[in-house]
């Protein structure tokens, strides 16, 4: 802590107070994009003097910026902080807007999460406590229908697979600043800082120390950061937003917002340019109401459906067509609007258990990892049963049969889900592709990715440094961890000094048993099928290439365990 401390007052006392004006801002941001670079071309997984530089610039610029924005008169001003009376507006502004919001449930600040849901009245469990019709939605039909449209076509952005989301963040940027906006009581309901990455500091990342999320919420930060200059670039030429106004702490909030409440729709767009911008693909939305509910673990009891208003339609059509005459002609012609219409989303959310008055009324927003909670949305849960580690093994460009192996199988990296039950026997198959020579690559391949029959074994002394390999790819993770907990910080909340201890404690346990049962198949007290999955019989019918199937099996081991539908993630 000395040494970090040190080294940043060092080079803080060699940089004078940036100047507050636009040439001082330009040139910061500048200096901070190439800080921000190095660091996600290095890629460091401690805290070095690259990541102090560049969060030392960072400070210069919000400074500059900050200084800047207090002498423009037209400057929004910063939120005060939310209130009860902030809360209360909300609900108001959304029954009027059309939601259905149950009686029994209230929105109130004070909670240990921030704001949430209390129960007025008992609550039965699957009782129906919300509905948000689509257009108290934000998606990016909004965007498409804004000042700020012009994005959608930008290739920077649409290019990318978090193109939504930057799109939904520019737009939240840019109803915050504006002096009038139809979402003004959604936003002044929204919490006004966040503890996700975006904001955490050096000393955050020291007490991260040896967790994955370290390392993946710096190179969040750093390219949320290349994204905020992009935005700020062009935003600034198209003169949509001001300079003085569009500062880092602006572009961070918005994306903190998105980030922790975005949830995926179906996309049933008829807009043109959201259909290029996302073809094929589900929607993202923020749903004011239903990001009010806090997290905890239970059975999924939210749902995001379509409707069609065209029966309505026709009814009302069919009424004004009892008439003779004119009036049977205007019947026609809206039932045939109707049918052109699109069918619209409804949101809706029952209890997922009994809740007593008083109590406070929680929904589950999916099947998500700790580390990935914190990550995206600046908060762990006290118990998560869907927790795990990843092990990536990955292909050494030294070995002579480099080439050939990268060319088998398609990838040269495989990244494995390690959790309570039993490994993916993958792993233990790409560990003794690892370890093979070129010799004995070629017959064996087929039979390693079960697509022909055959030993899986393909000798002693190869299965010996398989095994090795994975054990001392455990070994070297469980290194990176302290050995004991680091001093806290004054500029890390116990709070989330607490959770990067809990993270660290999971996953280094994820780690320990998995060193156990190494130990225990190298020493003859388990067997490869008491720790592996069961092997799979050789395709008889229409078999998959071996670079298929690898891919299959990668990402089949990455992706993220099912979620509740819609739901990605939120703190109220």
Not at 62 to 75: G, I, M
Request: some cysteine; aromatic content about 8%; proline content about 7%.
């Amino acid at each position: 802590t000395l040494h970090l401390a040190a080294m940043s007052q060092a080079r803080k006392a060699t940089v004078k107070s940036p100047a507050a004006t636009l040439d001082t801002v330009g040139r910061l941001l500048n200096e901070v994009k190439q800080a921000a670079g190095r660091l996600i071309s290095s890629q460091p997984e401690d805290v070095t003097p690259e990541v102090l530089d560049f969060y030392d610039k960072l400070e210069l610029l919000k400074e500059a910026q900050h200084k800047l924005s207090q002498r423009d008169a037209k400057s929004v001003p910063p939120p005060k902080e939310r209130t009860a009376a902030d809360l209360d507006l909300v609900m108001r502004w959304l029954k009027e807007e059309g939601c259905f919001i149950s009686d029994k449930i209230h929105l109130i600040p004070g909670l240990p999460e921030g704001a949430g849901m209390i129960a007025t009245a008992d609550i039965k469990e699957d009782e129906p406590l919300v509905e948000v019709p689509e257009k108290l939605m934000i998606t990016l039909d909004n965007v498409a229908n804004s000042p700020i449209a012009g994005l959608l076509e930008d290739p920077r952005i649409s290019g990318t697979d978090s193109g939504s989301t930057i799109l939904l963040a520019a737009y939240v940027s840019y109803e915050r600043l504006s002096s009038f906006s139809y979402w003004t009581p959604y936003l002044n309901a929204l919490p006004r800082k966040f503890d996700t990455p975006f904001y955490w500091t050096p000393e955050h990342y020291r007490l991260l120390k040896g967790s994955p999320a370290s390392y993946e919420g710096l190179r969040n930060t750093t390219l949320a950061f290349m994204v905020y200059c992009h935005l700020y670039s062009l935003l600034h030429k198209k003169q949509l937003l001001s300079p003085l106004k569009f500062t880092w702490e602006v572009f961070i909030w918005a994306y903190s917002v998105v980030l922790s409440r975005q949830n995926s729709i179906p996309q049933i767009s008829k807009n043109e340019a959201v259909a290029r911008f996302s073809p094929g693909r589900d929607g993202l939305a923020l749903i004011p109401l239903w990001d009010f509910f806090n997290h905890m673990h239970g059975k999924p009891t939210s749902s995001i459906t379509t409707a069609s208003t065209k029966e309505e339609d026709e009814q009302k059509g069919k009424g004004k067509g009892k008439n003779k005459g004119k009036g049977k002609g205007k019947g026609k012609e809206k039932a045939k609007e109707s049918e052109e219409k699109p069918p619209t989303i409804v949101c809706q959310s029952v209890a997922m258990r009994d809740f007593k008055a008083g109590e406070q009324v929680f929904m589950n927003y999916g099947n998500r990892t700790s580390a990935e909670f914190l990550l995206n949305a600046g908060f762990m849960p006290a118990s998560n049963p869907n927790d795990y580690v990843r092990l990536k093994l990955v292909l050494r460009q030294d070995d002579p049969a480099y080439r050939t192996k990268c060319n088998g199988i398609g990838t040269d990296s495989v990244t494995f889900v390690l959790d309570e039950g039993k490994y993916p026997r993958m792993l233990l198959t790409f560990a003794r592709m690892m370890a093979m020579d070129e010799a004995d690559l070629k017959p064996y391949l087929g039979v390693m990715l079960g697509l022909c029959p055959g030993s899986e074994v393909v000798s002693e002394g190869n299965e010996t440094m398989a095994r090795n390999l994975i054990t001392n790819k455990i070994r070297k993770l469980l290194s990176i961890y302290p050995a004991s907990a680091p001093a806290p910080s004054p500029a890390v909340s116990p709070y989330m000094a607490a959770c990067f201890q809990r993270l660290q404690s999971i996953e280094k346990a994820f780690l320990t048993k998995a060193l156990e049962r190494m130990t225990a198949l190298t020493e003859g007290r388990m067997s490869v099928d008491d720790i592996f999955e069961a092997k799979e019989e050789p395709q008889t019918q229409t078999t998959p290439t071996p670079g298929e199937r690898i891919q299959e099996e990668a990402e089949k081991a990455q992706t993220e365990q099912p979620q509740e539908e819609g739901k990605e993630g939120g703190a109220a």
